[in-house]
T-cell receptor, first 115, second 112 residues
Framework: GNSVTQMEGPVTLSEEAFLTINCTYT??????LFWYVQYPGEGLQLLLK?????DKGSNKGFEATYRKETTSFHLEKGSVQVSDSAVYFCALNPLSSGSARQLTFGSGTQLTVLP | DSGVTQTPKHLITATGQRVTLRCSPRSGDLSVYWYQQSLDQGLQFLIQYYNGEERAKGNILERFSAQQFPDLHSELNLSSLELGDSALYFC???????????FGPGTRLTVL
């Protein structure tokens, strides 16, 4: 079946530090990949996505590249801010396009950024 | 704001009771998904509806049921509640031809 593995948290960084959160996946075919962010007390917000190999998703300074050869979709940001403190979820959808299917999520990584 | 609404925001009830969670998808979205988020199980897919029809089932207990109405809003019914059912329940919706899902703010259920 499909699965997503995220690096264990929590991750604590100082403001302006470089962020990497690792995500690897197992799926048949060509899944679409997503990063969602959950701020305290809120629902999940789509941060970025990639629908095919070598696609790079980007938003708000965050980036992730769909690497089929390593089945990875690592999240990166060059300079984190205190406001980036949240839980980050990597997720996959088993179809690359067409009708939506349920998402499979990783366990989430808690990020805390200190001033 | 994702455009997906969920009510109520919080729900506190006792073991053995039955509750109903409501979700209104984004305008024009035909697919509705329900997920459960708990500390020990993480985010788990429960069930999907598409234009009123059940499309997929995940780890949904037999005590739980859902439906999607002609106006596309959906309800998740949880019965014979147990302490372990305490969790955040999210609804998400997606456009017909895309695979992005947009999440509501969730309903926090506490079973005492």
């Amino acid at each position: 079946g499909n699965s997503v593995t995220q690096m264990e948290g929590p991750v604590t960084l100082s403001e302006e530090a470089f962020l990497t959160i690792n995500c690897t996946y197992t799926a048949t075919g060509y899944p679409s990949l997503f990063w969602y962010v959950q701020y305290p007390g809120e629902g999940l917000q789509l941060l970025l996505k990639a629908t095919k190999a070598d696609d790079k998703g980007s938003n708000k300074g965050f980036e992730a590249t769909y690497r089929k050869e390593t089945t990875s979709f690592h999240l990166e940001k060059g300079s984190v801010q205190v406001s980036d403190s949240a839980v980050y979820f990597c997720a996959l959808n088993p179809l690359s396009s067409g009708s939506a299917r349920q998402l499979t999520f990783g366990s989430g990584t808690q990020l805390t950024v200190l001033p | 704001d994702s455009g997906v609404t969920q009510t109520p925001k919080h729900l506190i009830t006792a073991t053995g009771q039955r509750v109903t969670l409501r979700c209104s998808p984004r305008s024009g979205d035909l697919s509705v998904y329900w997920y459960q988020q708990s500390l020990d199980q993480g985010l788990q897919f429960l069930i999907q509806y598409y234009n009123g029809e059940e499309r997929a089932k995940g780890n949904i207990l037999e005590r739980f049921s859902a439906q999607q109405f002609p106006d596309l809003h959906s309800e998740l019914n949880l019965s014979s509640l147990e302490l372990g059912d305490s969790a955040l329940y999210f609804c998400a919706s997606s456009p017909q031809a895309y695979n992005e899902q947009f999440f509501g703010p969730g309903t926090r259920l506490t079973v005492l």
